[in-house]
């Protein structure tokens, strides 16, 4: 198993950037494929990025390509979501996952592990 553990969430205004952080603590890290996903109220979770278990392929979500960026530091069990240009529309919990599969997901159905989430809030 693998316990993974959220921070970096909280109040910003549009426009600003905030960078997201998820520690992995357990088994391997290495071995898992990472995503992240959010969940805003009244709203089905959310694929947001992903990335392989190299850190050599990542993928993002239309609504926030060119905007977020995931990376992974295999050596710290962390992988990161770097925020920019936020806006209203991305308030949400998001969420760490983790992916025991050789193959990257997209749907919450693929992902094995989840953290608590954390609370990001985008004032306009």
């Known amino acids: 198993q693998v316990q993974l553990v959220e921070s970096g969430g909280r109040l910003v205004q549009a426009g600003d950037s905030l960078r997201l952080s998820c520690l992995a603590s357990g088994r391997t890290f290495s071995r898992y494929n990472m995503g992240w996903f959010r969940q805003a109220p009244g709203k089905e979770r959310e694929f947001v990025s992903t990335?392989?278990?190299?850190?050599?392929?990542?993928f993002y979500a239309d609504s926030v390509k060119g905007r977020f960026t995931i990376s992974r530091d295999n050596a710290k069990n962390t992988v990161y979501l770097q925020m920019n240009s936020l806006n209203a529309e991305d308030t949400a919990v998001y969420y760490c996952?983790?992916?025991?599969?050789?193959?990257?997901?997209?749907?919450?159905?693929?992902?094995?592990?989840w953290g608590q989430g954390t609370q990001v809030t985008v004032s306009s």
């Open positions: 990335i392989t278990r190299s850190g050599f392929s990542t």
């Open positions: 996952a983790a992916s025991d599969s050789s193959v990257y997901s997209i749907d919450p159905m693929g992902y094995d592990y």
